[in-house]
């Protein structure tokens, strides 16, 4: 079964700061990988999705990378805002499943 | 609305009754998805819907579970003789059609379900 890691599970940044999001998953055999951003009390928001075939995607100040044969994917955040403060979530799709990371909490100081 | 649209936003009921959740997806949005998060658990993928067609069902925690999709539209998501370790927010969601999953996915707030 496909076991995904996000790593750190919390982190606290001050305003300004660069960061790097990090998942891991066991089994490279995945249709893509989705980043998804969670406020408290609300559902998801899709940040980023990365097709197997391609290595990354960027949208705004985010910027997501994957490797498959390391079974790896970054999430990077340029200039942090205290509006990024959320829990970040990255899934990955073999088939017609999605397995979730267990997130990292995002704290931005201002 | 606009978004998608889960009801209720709360359940309360005690352990053994059946309780149904339901989720209205934006308009035109042909997969649906339904999802639980648990505190011990993290996020756990349930199943989705393609049209009112559901092409993998392994993801329900037990044959107590099940999910319809009528119309598609509206899906209903049904746990018979819940239990306690039950209690959790069950998020649904809704994409445009997805092959391969790989369609960004717009989130509803969630059923938070509490089994006394």
């Known amino acids: 079964k496909q076991e995904v890691t996000q790593i750190p599970a919390a982190l606290s940044v001050p305003e300004g700061e660069n960061l790097v999001l990090n998942c891991s998953f066991t089994d490279s055999a995945i249709y893509n990988l989705q980043w998804f951003r969670q406020d408290p009390g609300k559902g998801l928001t899709s940040l980023l999705l990365i097709q197997s075939s391609q290595r990354e995607q960027t949208s705004g100040r985010l910027n997501a990378s994957l490797d498959k044969s390391s079974g790896r994917s970054t999430l990077y955040i340029a200039a942090s805002q205290p509006g990024d403060s959320a829990t970040y979530l990255c899934?990955?799709?073999?088939?017609?499943?999605?397995?979730f990371g267990t997130g990292t909490s995002l704290t931005v100081i201002p | 609305g606009a978004g998608v649209s889960q009801s209720p936003s709360n359940k309360v009921t005690e352990k053994g009754k059946d309780v149904e959740l339901r989720c209205d997806p934006i308009?035109?949005?042909?997969?649906l998805y339904w999802y639980r998060q648990s505190l011990g658990q993290g996020l756990e993928f349930l199943i989705y819907?393609?049209?009112?067609?559901?092409?993998?069902k392994s993801g329900l925690p037990s044959d107590r579970f099940s999910a319809e999709r009528t119309g598609g539209s509206v899906s209903t998501l049904t746990i018979q003789r819940t239990q306690q370790e039950d209690s959790a927010v069950y998020l649904c969601?809704?994409?445009?059609?997805?092959?391969?999953?790989?369609?960004?996915?717009?989130f509803g707030d969630g059923t938070r379900l509490s089994i006394l």
């Open positions: 819907f393609q049209g009112n067609s559901a092409p993998d």
């Open positions: 899934a990955v799709t073999p088939s017609n499943q999605f397995y």
């Open positions: 969601a809704s994409s445009r059609m997805a092959t391969g999953l790989n369609q960004p996915q717009h």
């Open positions: 308009s035109g949005h042909t997969a």
